[in-house]
């Protein structure tokens, strides 16, 4: 049985449905140790004999069986796999991959190997000294004669041991002497174990094998027997072959930008401008957002909200007196929440008179002192204790226009309307002792003071809110969302329990305003994105276009569809990762010279770039890019390798 059979292959190619012949039942058998030279004239069917040969070419009639075996059947994975562990192909315009060094593209083939990176690179500096070009391991194609590069290019072809040498037309290139010492190197590699066959229309080429096959008119005119085949022991291959890994097509994708710096950099700095602008818009809301809790923060207490229940006014019913009134269970289910520190009682009055000498001042809100106003802004005087009133600035510039602070210590008469248990208005009055001015806030006396002033009139004080304070202001949030998650049913409806009053509902309100503006500016912003997507997609398919020759050659060494996809997704990964660092990188410095500015006039970072923020550009960007190669990646990998490899 003959190592490698060829039975009656027949090919035929259509032009608008009409069939052209090309071969017309080719029968040949080939064995290790030959050097088969297949002569014919141009148009004959040799090369489609070759490629139906090295696996290239699966749409034909007839069998090819290796060692036994038909490769007819083969699916596309088992003849990538045929490719890159039998077959080595050697062109006649070389195919040599321009943006990789002849070290390079020599090691290519190897990448499918379970070799090390040092043994990949060791064998292939051996294979380029057996081909004496040791010393121009590190040109590139470009720097070679004709007959450099069709050493680089045997080289290349021995470089994973394939069992199966393919040469078409070799020497078609060369002068007389480098034709006479390539065909030294095939007859050398003939003896090494190996079956090559070589297409030519020279009879003095084909006069160096060990067999000559005429072809003529698509068939198998005369064979002649030169020499009897090389013989030598069969070897076990030193490595394994396999498939190209990913982490190669990855490297490969490295140096074809390297290759290409300049275009690819613009590319990169596309990217930039796009995260640049979303990064830094996000920072900008983060800035402005926590510039407004700063400023707000510095008058109420942002670690304590406060908490009313809630009443339905939609209805058209009227609230009875108690509607508003919290009861124990409820104070309890807010001590309760995780994070809390404290509850306190609370009550608020509106429309409350304070009257000081001649003077009337009416306070629209009057509260029980609380957490949510800050001891600290008390400017003069101290806290209400019994009996005692705490009054904005506002107010005592209106019982005392002259000298404001002269109130502090002087007793007002503070009359407070309310309702009683049968809904009939009550007018309660009190005199109470000035403790001290809040520069902000709302005027306030203690709970107990004010229960103590319903009771003259033997009305019962019952809290129409509850000041909750949270250990942490990261947590202040969370409780207000679980506050807010509370529900009633009344009357077969179920609504809300609790709503978010006072300062801290107006900064929650305003924060989430904040953050829609930040990304809707940022979104946007990310239109530049897709500017940089649409340059992606374009730079993409002129590569394809540009490595069509490189993509064929790919495959004619055993490199799979989704091995060209990865190549190209990795182009599109990088670009789009370079060009988000890029980009953050620019947030950042605008940042570093921003903020200091900002800090000095207005005491608080304007641009609060966050990890968060560049991870989330980062992915954006990635993901965009990554999206933006699947059509070119596909497309490259649907490329023909056998027209590609024929390309210009």
């Known amino acids: 049985m003959s190592y490698l059979e060829l039975k009656d292959i027949h090919k035929s190619y259509y032009l608008n449905k009409n069939e052209f012949k090309v071969l017309k039942g080719i029968s040949l058998n080939f064995d290790k140790g030959e050097f088969v030279s297949i002569l014919g004239e141009s148009g004959g069917g040799k090369s489609t004999l070759l490629n139906i040969i090295g696996g290239l070419d699966h749409k034909y009639d007839g069998d090819v069986i290796l060692q036994g075996k038909s490769l007819k059947d083969s699916s596309e994975k088992q003849l990538d796999q045929f490719r890159s562990q039998t077959v080595g192909f050697i062109f006649q315009s070389f195919n040599l991959i321009s943006h990789l060094t002849n070290l390079e593209n020599v090691m290519v083939p190897?990448?499918?190997?379970?070799?090390?990176?040092?043994?990949?690179?060791?064998?292939?500096k051996e294979l380029l000294g057996q081909v004496g070009l040791s010393e121009h391991i590190h040109k590139h194609p470009n720097q070679l004669s004709g007959g450099q590069k069709q050493r680089v290019a045997i080289a290349r072809a021995l470089a994973a041991d394939p069992d199966i040498i393919i040469a078409d037309e070799p020497t078609g290139a060369l002068d007389s002497q480098n034709t006479e010492e390539v065909l030294k190197i095939l007859e050398d590699i003939a003896q090494d174990d190996k079956l090559v066959i070589c297409v030519t229309h020279s009879e003095e080429v084909a006069s160096h094998g060990t067999r000559i096959v005429r072809l003529v008119d698509g068939k198998v005119a005369k064979e002649e027997t030169l020499s009897a085949p090389y013989e030598r022991p069969e070897k076990t291959k030193p490595f394994k072959p396999g498939h190209l890994s990913f982490g190669s097509a990855v490297t490969m994708a490295l140096q074809h930008m390297r290759y290409n710096l300049k275009r690819n950099l613009l590319i990169i700095f596309g990217v930039?401008?796009?995260?640049?602008?979303?990064?830094?818009?996000?920072?900008?809301?983060?800035?402005v957002q926590g510039y407004i809790n700063d400023q707000i923060g510095s008058e109420i207490n942002p670690n304590t909200i406060q908490v009313a229940k809630y009443v339905d006014t939609d209805s058209g019913e009227t609230p009875g007196p108690t509607a508003y009134d919290l009861k124990g269970s409820d104070i309890t289910r807010f001590k309760n929440i995780k994070n809390v520190t404290q509850v306190e009682k609370g009550y608020f009055a509106n429309g409350v008179q304070a009257v000081y000498g001649k003077k009337n001042a009416t306070i629209s809100l009057l509260q029980t002192m609380n957490k949510t106003?800050?001891?600290?802004?008390?400017?003069?005087?101290?806290?209400?204790?019994?009996?005692?009133?705490l009054l904005t600035k506002s107010t005592a510039k209106i019982l005392n226009k002259a000298n404001y602070k002269a109130v502090v210590g002087k007793t007002v008469t503070v009359f407070i309307t309310t309702v009683n248990s049968q809904n009939q208005p009550v007018r309660l009055q009190q005199d109470l002792k000035v403790s001290g001015i809040i520069s902000t806030g709302y005027d306030a006396m203690s709970y107990d003071t004010m229960a103590k002033i319903y009771q003259t009139q033997k009305l019962t004080l019952h809290p129409n809110f509850a000041a909750v304070t949270v250990n942490d202001t990261t947590n202040v949030k969370t409780v207000q969302n679980k506050i807010k998650a509370y529900d009633t049913k009344?009357?077969?409806?179920?609504?809300?329990?609790?709503?978010?009053?006072?300062?801290?509902a107006i900064l929650d309100t305003l924060n989430t305003y904040i953050s829609l503006a930040s990304y809707v500016l940022a979104a946007i912003a990310g239109?530049?994105?897709?500017?940089?997507?649409?340059?992606?997609?374009?730079?993409?398919?002129?590569?394809?276009?540009?490595?069509?020759?490189?993509?064929?050659?790919?495959?004619?060494?055993?490199?799979?569809?989704?091995?060209?996809?990865?190549?190209?997704?990795?182009?599109?990964?990088?670009?789009?990762?370079?060009?988000?660092?890029f980009g953050a990188v620019l947030?950042?410095?605008?940042?570093?010279?921003?903020?200091p500015i900002a800090v000095q006039h207005i005491h608080s970072t304007i641009l609060q770039i966050t990890p968060g923020y560049v991870i989330f550009g980062v992915i954006v960007s990635v993901l965009i890019s990554l999206l933006a190669a699947l059509a070119?990646?596909?497309?490259?990998a649907r490329i023909d390798p056998i027209e590609s490899l024929s390309a210009d």
């Open 110 to 124: 190897l990448e499918m190997t379970n070799l090390s990176r040092k043994a990949r690179e060791k064998r292939a």
């Open 272 to 287: 930039a401008i796009g995260i640049f602008s979303v990064i830094t818009m996000l920072g900008l809301g983060k800035g």
């Open 373 to 389: 106003q800050k001891t600290s802004d008390i400017k003069t005087g101290h806290a209400p204790g019994a009996n005692e009133v």
């Open 490 to 504: 009344a009357k077969g409806k179920t609504t809300k329990a609790y709503t978010i009053t006072g300062a801290g």
């Open 527 to 581: 239109i530049s994105l897709l500017v940089s997507a649409i340059m992606i997609i374009v730079v993409l398919y002129i590569s394809v276009s540009e490595r069509t020759k490189e993509i064929g050659i790919l495959r004619a060494i055993g490199a799979r569809k989704k091995d060209v996809r990865h190549l190209f997704t990795s182009e599109a990964f990088f670009l789009g990762l370079f060009g988000s660092i």
């Open 587 to 595: 947030a950042g410095i605008l940042a570093y010279f921003v903020n």
């Open 632 to 636: 070119p990646s596909r497309k490259a």
